[in-house]
Nanobody, 129 residues
């Protein structure tokens, strides 16, 4: 049983920065493989970034490499996404996701939504030009 709550979304101008947070209500946060996904109106949900249990490994979608940084603080049960050089096309609802499946099978990958079995409600990010 895991609950995830995102925060930090809002309105920002192109070129600006924003930091998203995801607070997890779970006994052992370090047991969760964590990720960020986003979804724009009328578009499919897409992978943004993921981070391993202890934060030693990270994965990024090509369109955010060099601009976004995913991190986690296991002492605070919190996941972060630092977003810099934001573009209008980044406008979307950003979702925090957690997985208890990763590491249990070679068929689960960090970029696939189906690998994650817990999801937050999302936080809106709007980038204006």
């Amino acid at each position: 049983q895991v609950q995830l709550v995102e925060s930090g979304g809002g309105l920002v101008q192109a070129g600006g920065s924003l930091r998203l947070s995801c607070a997890a209500s779970v006994l052992t946060f370090s047991n969760l493989y964590m990720g960020w996904f986003r979804q724009a109106p009328g578009k499919e949900r897409e992978f943004v970034a993921a981070i391993s249990w202890g934060g030693g490994s990270t994965d990024y979608a090509d369109f955010v490499k060099g601009r976004f940084t995913i991190s986690r603080d296991n002492t605070k049960n919190t996941l972060y996404l630092q977003m810099n050089s934001l573009k209008p096309e980044d406008t979307a609802v950003f979702y925090c996701a957690a997985s208890t499946r990763m590491g249990g099978s070679i068929y689960y990958t960090s970029q696939a939504a189906s690998s994650y079995n817990y999801w937050g409600q999302g936080t809106q990010v709007t980038v204006s030009s």
